[in-house]
């Protein structure tokens, strides 16, 4: 397996711009998580799924950011409208049956100018 | 409020010696505790873990213990190499009634350079 796939790796837009990241869970896993990680904060949770289905997003600083997961293979983490305070770098990672060995995606740095 | 706390940013250890990253929770309802380390540009990667029923769980040259009384854990890393400098993230979590751990708590990171 080639392990969760996020995309795009590197984000750069402008404030008021709509993003959007991807994320491919790693196959026959069926909780999927969204984190964000600052210097300030480290590594926080901001929201995830078992079965597709959101479990807990009270991790999502505001209601500019929502994530939806429309099948097992596939979620989308979504800012808009974008902000500076916004710049991160976004992981997604998947587990089996939320164990907690969660592997990491290579992470998309985003950039809000 | 950080329930997960990594006080030391970060540690600078000689090849061969002991590195020992320290990692302190809030939450007496964690029961079970990982490490994660990362390398820039890649995604963290879990290295070790231990349940709160145990005090010492050992993995080849990383061992993680767990003193509950104080909320504490600790990363030993016995002989360091060149190749352990990374970020290492502390993380906690509790498990649901069903006994899965749903979602983890992180630390902030410490930087580990080891030095030749």
């Known amino acids: 397996d080639a392990g969760v796939i996020q995309s795009p790796r590197h984000e750069v837009t402008e404030m008021g711009q709509e993003v959007t990241l991807r994320c491919k869970p790693i196959s026959g896993h069926d909780y999927l998580f969204w984190y964000r990680q600052t210097m300030m904060r480290g590594l926080e949770l901001l929201i995830y799924?078992?079965?597709?289905?959101?479990?807990?997003d009270s991790g999502m600083p505001e209601d500019r950011f929502s994530a939806k997961m429309p099948n097992a293979s596939f979620s989308t983490l979504k800012i808009q409208p974008s902000e500076p305070r916004d710049s991160a770098v976004y992981f997604c990672a998947s587990s089996f049956r939320g164990y907690t060995e969660a592997f990491f995606g290579q992470g998309t740095r985003l950039t809000v100018v | 409020d950080q329930q997960v706390k990594q006080n030391s940013p970060s540690l600078s250890v000689q090849e061969g010696r002991i590195s020992i990253l320290n990692c302190d929770y809030t939450n007496s309802m964690f029961d079970y505790f990982l490490w994660y380390k990362k390398y820039p540009a890649e995604g963290p990667t879990f290295l070790i873990s231990?349940?709160?029923?145990?005090d010492k769980n050992e993995d080849g040259r990383f061992t993680v213990f767990l003193n509950k009384s104080a909320k504490h854990l600790s990363l030993h890393i016995v002989p360091s190499q060149p190749g352990d400098s990374a970020v290492y993230f502390c993380a906690a979590s509790r498990s649901t009634d069903t006994g899965t751990a749903s979602k983890l708590t992180f630390g902030t990171g410490t930087r580990l350079q080891v030095t030749l």
């Open positions: 799924f078992n079965n597709n289905v959101p479990i807990d």
């Open positions: 231990i349940s709160s029923i145990k």
